[in-house]
Nanobody, 123 residues
Framework: QVQLVESGGGLVQAGGSLRLSCAAS????????MGWFRQAPGKEREFVAA????????YYSDSVKGPFTVSRDNAKNTLYLQMNSLKPEDTAVYYC????????????????WGQGTQVTVSS
């Protein structure tokens, strides 16, 4: 079965950086678009970033565009999210997601989810 396992979350001070990783198994990782979402306490899950199957196209929510970078290593079946200049409002559980399409389509729902990793940014 498909498994998406996030890692790299933790506690960081405002202005700091973290890199999240998502190890994928059970699917042909290099064929599919991947994404990151997050859910803050009391809020709905929201889209953060996505990347096409080969990494040639990337997409970001307006709130993270600039400080965050999504990337992938298809040889390692791993998705990354580099988060710089973190703010307290970036505090959330971050989820890795897989789409069963090569490209990402705005507003589309992922087919698979990871279990999430907590990111806490202190002020």
């Amino acid at each position: 079965q498909v498994q998406l396992v996030e890692s790299g979350g933790g506690l960081v001070q405002a202005g700091g950086s973290l890199r999240l990783s998502c190890a994928a198994s059970g699917l042909t990782f290099s064929m599919y678009a991947m994404g990151w979402f997050r859910q803050a306490p009391g809020k709905e899950r929201e889209f953060v970033a996505a990347i096409s199957w080969g990494g040639g196209m990337t997409y970001y929510s307006d709130s993270v565009k600039g400080p965050f970078t999504v990337s992938r290593d298809n040889a390692k079946n791993t998705l990354y999210l580099q988060m710089n200049s973190l703010k307290p409002e970036d505090t959330a559980v971050y989820y890795c997601a897989a789409y069963l399409t090569p490209q990402y389509y705005s507003g589309s729902s992922p087919n698979y989810w990871g279990q999430g990793t907590q990111v806490t940014v202190s002020s």
